[in-house]
């Protein structure tokens, strides 16, 4: 079913505020992976505001939901949206980066609370994920288990090693996105090493598989929602993605993997911002 | 029977190898602790780990050959509130899935147990790529990561019972499982971090960890009856955190140290003993005995540490070339602090 018009007037808006508050970070950090931390950008609003059952106050409680970035460098990306969410104050994030902070470019579980694992290393997170959902299965836990991947990490072998043992555990209660926005450091994904077909490997090892524009909250949230029906095992979910949406000079750019951005540059990023909404 | 004893009795427990007690005990722990859950990559059978399969079938993973996911799956249970013990060998836990026991389980601090079995030249003919005479050193490097190198059996299901209320990701080691036993009973103090004196002794000290210990007490035996040197056998089942006062202890009592196990040279339990000795300010006469920097050798697990000198008859011979070996007598410490 679409979302009806005040939900997704409240998605976008969100997602409007947290475009500018990700440009705001990395321009703090000195330096962070803009692209993919705005290419992500609408699966965290739709997941943090929409779907996930989780307490800011209390970001431990046992019958949360669980997130796994499995693509930890989007680490700039994500802060803006635990802090918007109310775990930490968002005056911190002018640390982000800086020495001694709680703020890598890599989010660390045990420094910033909201975060369910710490990730970094690629092919790593849905691992972990499947262990989360394992651990629900076995113990009758309700909680769902979401696990970002972005795509250039398909080309690691643990990925598809935690692809195949999540199909065989039957894990009903656990939904993968990859964020397809199409590059990796060194270029297009499928210049360095094709991923494709996708979505045909990921049936092909047992999982249930949507392919949707990864910036439209209707498709988002009609996959979210189709994946929260499905039981018989887990579900995956290709965002098709731009790097650096929301950014007319980093949107498909490779060099926007990581970059900083100086005072007029972080002014150019707002505005870019302020006219792809409208505003 | 006492307190933390592994509660069976030795008629049992004597036939059995270390890796089939680690089975046994890991039984009556998840019959303790329903949070307990086992983990392995295809190696149900030669872990031992199997035993925890018939009993808690809902407990027990077998993820298949693919050991990096094996232990980001055991995060993810850890961090799902479970206590994960998770075995393979030796070489696959500390190599092939190095990265994840690192950054999956000790960056984030995590309750994860490892008990890698087939450790340093132990599975003997199957030769070097099976072979793990690296996991201390890498091990040991890891933040947060308790290493333990049982000497036996009995002390194997005494480190198994202790790691469970030990906070943080524990790595146990042991051999395949046809080593001898040197405990002869399980009434004895066992405490992670801290070493235990075997035998005591005035002239040296042999520090050893894993199957060596026997050597070196067998050894201590008849370098007593032939040599009449007074020999101090140490058991140092934790390597980290180590302990330093019983190194220092007898650097200072003894003044000579060999020390002996079944891993490289480089890195392993006698660097950390080495680290010790050396930041402790005083100086003794002092060797390392292991596998060199080298790849090891094929052929039986006994002729392979006869082959590298950690078997009783390495033993003889390492202390009479060390007592041979000419060192400041001064008993005065204060120059040397």
Same mark, same amino acid.
């Given at each position: ?127 972990? !994920?499947?262990?989360?959902? =394992? $651990?629900?299965? #076995? *113990? ?6 979401? +696990? @970002?991947? /972005? ?14 043992? !999540?199909?065989?555990?039957? =894990? $009903?209660?656990? #939904? *993968? ?6 590059? +990796? @450091?060194? /270029? ?23 392919? #949707? ?7 988002? +949230? ?58 | ?337």
């Amino acid at each position: 079913m679409p979302l009806s018009d005040s939900e997704l007037k409240k998605l976008e808006e969100k997602a409007y505020q947290l475009r500018k508050d990700v440009i705001q970070t990395v321009a703090w950090s000195g330096g962070g992976h803009a692209g993919g931390a705005l290419s992500q950008l609408d699966l965290l609003v739709a997941l943090y505001y929409k779907y996930m059952n989780v307490d800011p106050k209390n970001p431990e409680k046992e019958d949360r939901d669980r997130l796994v970035l499995s693509k930890g460098h989007g680490g700039v990306g994500y802060a803006p949206v635990l802090a918007d969410k109310g775990y930490f104050e968002f005056d911190l994030l002018k640390t982000f980066n800086h020495t001694g902070s709680r703020f890598g470019m890599h989010l660390d579980k045990l420094k910033v609370p909201g975060v369910d694992a710490s990730t970094g290393s690629l092919g790593h997170g849905l691992s972990i !994920a499947v262990g989360l959902a =394992l $651990g629900a299965k #076995i *113990g009758g836990k309700k909680w769902i288990t979401y +696990c @970002i991947m /972005g795509d250039g990490e398909q080309h690691e072998g643990s990925i598809w090693e935690a692809a195949m043992a !999540a199909a065989h555990f039957k =894990l $009903g209660n656990l #939904i *993968g996105f990859v964020d397809r926005n199409r590059f +990796c @450091i060194d /270029g297009k994904c499928e210049d360095i090493m094709n991923v494709e077909p996708l979505d045909k490997k990921w049936e092909a090892f047992g999982w249930k598989v949507v392919t #949707i524009n990864g910036h439209d909250y209707n498709e988002i +949230c009609g996959a979210i929602d189709e994946g929260l029906a499905y039981k018989d095992g887990p579900f995956l979910i290709i965002a098709n993605t731009v790097k650096g949406k929301g950014v007319e000079f980093m949107e498909g750019v490779a060099a926007w993997h990581y970059g900083g951005l100086d005072g007029e540059k972080t002014k150019e990023a707002l505005a870019s911002i302020d006219k792809m909404y409208g505003k | 029977m006492v307190e933390g004893s592994v509660t069976w009795s030795l008629s049992d427990a004597d036939h059995m190898t270390a890796a089939e007690i680690y089975g046994e005990m890991l039984v009556r722990l998840g019959e303790e602790r329903e949070e307990v859950v086992a983990l392995t990559a295809d190696l149900a059978r030669s872990t031992k780990i199997g035993k925890f399969e018939e009993k808690f079938p809902e407990r027990f993973f077998n993820v298949g050959i693919a050991e990096q996911n094996l232990f980001g799956i055991g995060a993810g249970l850890a961090l799902a509130g479970y206590i994960p013990f998770i075995s393979t060998f030796a070489v696959f836990a500390s190599l092939r899935a190095g990265e994840q026991v690192r950054t999956d389980i000790c960056y984030q601090n995590l309750n994860c147990k490892i008990i890698a079995t087939h450790s340093g030249v132990s599975f003997g003919q199957a030769g070097s790529t099976h072979h793990c005479t690296e996991d201390i050193s890498v091990m040991r490097s890891f933040a947060n990561m308790t290493v333990i190198v049982p000497a036996d059996g009995i002390e194997t299901a005494k480190a198994v019972r202790a790691c469970i209320d030990w906070p943080g990701p524990v790595y146990i080691r042991i051999g395949r499982g046809f080593e001898p036993w040197v405990h002869k009973d399980d009434k004895y103090d066992y405490k992670i971090g801290k070493g235990i004196e075997m035998v005591s002794g005035t002239d040296i000290t042999v520090i050893a960890c894993g199957p060596s210990v026997y050597a070196a007490v067998d050894a201590a035996k008849t370098l007593k009856d032939d040599d009449g040197l007074s020999v101090r056998v140490i058991d140092l089942h934790t390597i980290k955190p180590i302990d330093k006062e019983i190194i220092v202890k007898a650097v200072t009592e003894t003044r000579r140290i060999v020390t002996f196990e079944d891993h490289n040279i480089i890195g392993g339990m006698g660097t950390a003993v080495a680290d010790v000795i050396a930041e402790s300010g005083k100086g003794c006469a002092f060797k390392k005995v292991g596998i060199p920097d080298e790849f090891s050798i094929v052929g039986y697990p006994e002729d392979l540490y006869n082959h590298f000198k950690i078997d009783s008859e390495g033993v003889i011979e390492t202390v009479r070339e060390v007592m041979g070996k000419e060192y400041e007598e001064d008993e005065d410490w204060e120059d040397e602090m």
